[in-house]
């Protein structure tokens, strides 16, 4: 296992820890679309538990490492065995899809990052309306209409070619290790986020539409994607 995997793991696990932190607390009284399914209302509990999900991948990559250049037998008789149970030779690599992984977190935590600045406190986690409401129509807003949402998904994606790929702590040694199972959690896991993305920007735009009708309208025109120019 190499320095440079290691820290970049490190740099993903940062980058996805800030985008993923509420910049505002929700006011409960000002939430709206409270009537979609429970599992769509906990994308913030979600968020928590990816992330800490994520420093536990970054923590046994680290301790993996530094057992590369001081053996963990020398530490520990049973160290090495809590590491990596499963085998004594894993391969834990900078793969070709990892950095692609890596590059998509950046991306994802950066346009998300942008939507915490540009929105300011009225960026909640939850679906709410502030007493100073305004539409945003600039930076990535002037692109898609909920770019945090896009924001989500290429972290979604990039954790998925980061961590449940051949070469990964997770697919090496820990619980992922057996064939298939990390394709069966990557696509539970998109298709939640995606139902989430879909059942909030509708919930958006129609709150937008009501409270700035006539703005609203010409930026629909203008801005006519959710997520993907071109695409979606």
């Given at each position: 296992?190499?320095?440079?995997?290691?820290?970049?793991?490190?740099?993903?696990?940062?980058?996805?820890?800030?985008?993923?932190t509420p910049p505002n607390p929700?006011?409960?009284?000002?939430?709206?679309?409270?009537e979609e399914l429970y599992i769509?209302?906990?994308?913030?509990?979600?968020?928590?538990?990816?992330?800490?999900?994520?420093?536990?991948?970054?923590?046994?990559?680290?301790v993996y490492y530094i057992s590369?250049?001081?053996?963990?037998?020398?530490?520990?008789?049973?160290?090495?065995?809590?590491?990596?149970?499963?085998?004594?030779?894993?391969?834990?690599?900078?793969?070709?899809?990892?950095?692609?992984?890596?590059?998509?977190?950046?991306?994802?935590?950066?346009?998300?990052?942008?939507?915490?600045?540009?929105?300011?406190?009225?960026?909640?986690?939850?679906?709410?309306?502030?007493?100073?409401?305004?539409?945003?129509?600039?930076?990535?807003?002037?692109?898609?209409?909920?770019?945090?949402?896009?924001?989500?998904?290429?972290?979604?994606?990039?954790?998925?070619?980061?961590?449940?790929?051949?070469?990964?702590?997770?697919?090496?040694?820990?619980?992922?290790?057996?064939?298939?199972?990390?394709?069966?959690?990557?696509?539970?896991?998109?298709?939640?986020?995606?139902?989430?993305?879909?059942?909030?920007?509708?919930?958006?735009?129609?709150?937008?539409?009501?409270?700035?009708?006539?703005?609203?309208?010409?930026?629909?025109?203008?801005?006519?994607?959710?997520?993907?120019?071109?695409?979606?």
């Amino acid at each position: 296992m190499s320095l440079v995997r290691v820290s970049l793991v490190v740099v993903q696990a940062l980058s996805n820890h800030w985008a993923c932190t509420p910049p505002n607390p929700t006011q409960e009284k000002s939430r709206y679309h409270k009537e979609e399914l429970y599992i769509l209302q906990i994308a913030p509990l979600i968020f928590k538990i990816h992330m800490t999900v994520l420093w536990i991948c970054a923590f046994f990559e680290i301790v993996y490492y530094i057992s590369t250049v001081v053996p963990l037998t020398s530490v520990s008789p049973i160290a090495s065995t809590i590491v990596c149970p499963h085998t004594s030779d894993p391969f834990l690599r900078a793969s070709p899809m990892f950095i692609i992984g890596i590059i998509a977190v950046c991306l994802g935590s950066y346009i998300r990052l942008d939507c915490f600045k540009t929105l300011g406190q009225l960026f909640t986690f939850d679906l709410t309306v502030h007493p100073a409401h305004k539409l945003i129509t600039s930076r990535f807003y002037s692109w898609v209409r909920h770019p945090a949402y896009t924001g989500s998904m290429l972290l979604v994606a990039g954790l998925a070619f980061s961590h449940l790929t051949e070469g990964s702590w997770l697919t090496e040694c820990g619980p992922l290790r057996s064939s298939g199972s990390a394709i069966v959690v990557w696509a539970a896991w998109w298709v939640w986020t995606l139902a989430v993305g879909i059942s909030r920007a509708e919930a958006e735009d129609k709150q937008m539409q009501k409270l700035f009708p006539d703005e609203w309208e010409k930026y629909a025109t203008n801005v006519p994607w959710w997520f993907f120019p071109g695409l979606a």
